[in-house]
């Protein structure tokens, strides 16, 4: 039996897959290296370079292997470029989706895992936002895992299709081999960490008169170890008989923007200058993870709480790779 890891070159998806390999899985990457890093995918998986759009590929792929899970990373994720691309995001992001969705179930794959996101909880009402929550998508991006977490509760229904959705919120931090390589960079923390690496002469910190105690966004980081652990559990769950399921995927605890740029130069021994800017569109002050349910329904528990550890853990891998996967 297969596990089927889409999106397995890029960030969260290549660690996933190291940590399944790594713990005797057989793993097939598909990917189509639009963001993707060939070389971040670890050499005992089987990587097939391909494009979720392309629908021959597809049937060939769940042909060739007997698929028993699915973990669906690949995807696009910025919230920003979805609000000026939306039909990259609720189109192609669902499109794509629901061929690779449509090929499993009648290849007869059993369980699936989605990577949905915060970004459902556009304006939370309460912190820390809990599975109970309304769902409010932010953007297109959100929008478009809505709408797959939607599709997959129908084919739970109608087709006993099994799936978890796990929504994250920041996922942050490396594992020794694997770390964050976008082009171009958005997320807080490499971009940071791009000042003590000579990348960035300093940071610009999207808006300082949010209602939060030192008036920037606080997010919540988690560890990317931490997240492919809980994506571990979750196929366990359903492998063993568990029902569909969606929880929300966070250590939290918030951190804001400030805290985070005073742990990387605590780390790194590098001032980190900053500057004030407008606020981001779209982002809102305060973004914790419940994750009472994950906790108490999977035994999920974080190992690398602490901003250190994943700023930390960040630090060490761009130390090694300075250019990231070029090397
Ligand atoms: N941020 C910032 N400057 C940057 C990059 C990010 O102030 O150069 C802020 C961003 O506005 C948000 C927080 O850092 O409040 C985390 O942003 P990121 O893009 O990492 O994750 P998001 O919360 O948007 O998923």
């Given at each position: 039996?297969?596990?089927?890891?889409?999106?397995?070159?890029?960030?969260?998806?290549?660690?996933?897959?190291?940590?399944?390999?790594?713990?005797?899985?057989?793993?097939?990457?598909?990917?189509?290296?639009?963001?993707?890093?060939?070389?971040?995918?670890?050499?005992?998986?089987?990587?097939?370079?391909?494009?979720?759009?392309?629908?021959?590929?597809?049937?060939?792929?769940?042909?060739?292997?007997?698929?028993?899970?699915?973990?669906?990373?690949?995807?696009?994720?910025?919230?920003?470029?979805?609000?000026?691309?939306?039909?990259?995001?609720?189109?192609?992001?669902?499109?794509?989706?629901?061929?690779?969705?449509?090929?499993?179930?009648?290849?007869?794959?059993?369980?699936?895992?989605?990577?949905?996101?915060?970004?459902?909880?556009?304006?939370?009402?309460?912190?820390?936002?809990?599975?109970?929550e309304r769902i409010v998508p932010g953007s297109p991006y959100g929008e478009s895992k809505f709408i797959l977490e939607r599709i997959l509760y129908w084919l739970d229904k109608t087709k006993g299709f099994r799936y978890t959705a796990l929504r994250y919120f920041n996922a942050a931090g490396a594992s020794p081999e694997r770390g964050e390589d976008h082009s171009p960079e958005t997320h807080l923390i490499p971009v940071v960490l791009n000042v003590p690496l000579g990348k960035r002469d300093k940071i610009t910190i999207f808006g300082n008169?949010?209602?939060?105690?030192?008036?920037?966004?606080?997010?919540?980081?988690?560890?990317?170890?931490?997240?492919?652990?809980?994506h571990i559990l979750a196929l366990q769950a359903l492998q063993a008989g568990g029902e569909s399921r969606r929880f929300n995927l966070g250590n939290g605890r918030g951190f804001s923007i400030h805290e985070v740029i005073e742990t990387a130069r605590k780390i790194t021994g590098h001032a980190i200058p900053t500057e004030f800017g407008p606020r981001r569109p779209g982002d809102p002050a305060t973004l914790i993870a419940s994750s009472e349910a994950i906790q108490s329904e999977l035994g999920w528990k974080p190992k690398y709480p602490n901003l250190e550890t994943i700023v930390g853990d960040a630090w060490r891998w761009f130390q090694k790779h300075p250019k990231g996967y070029e090397y």
């Open positions: 039996m297969t596990i089927l890891v889409t999106g397995g070159a890029g960030y969260i998806g290549s660690i996933i897959t190291e940590q399944l390999v790594e713990g005797g899985a057989d793993v097939v990457v598909y990917d189509n290296l639009y963001q993707g890093h060939r070389q971040a995918v670890h050499p005992k998986a089987k990587f097939i370079q391909g494009d979720l759009a392309d629908v021959p590929s597809l049937k060939q792929l769940f042909n060739d292997h007997k698929i028993e899970a699915i973990l669906h990373f690949a995807s696009y994720t910025l919230v920003g470029e979805s609000v000026e691309k939306p039909f990259m995001y609720v189109g192609d992001n669902v499109t794509n989706g629901l061929n690779l969705l449509k090929t499993a179930v009648e290849a007869g794959t059993k369980y699936f895992i989605l990577s949905s996101t915060a970004n459902l909880f556009d304006d939370p009402e309460r912190i820390p936002i809990s599975e109970k008169d949010y209602p939060t105690a030192d008036g920037t966004c606080v997010r919540d980081y988690i560890h990317v170890l931490d997240l492919a652990q809980a």
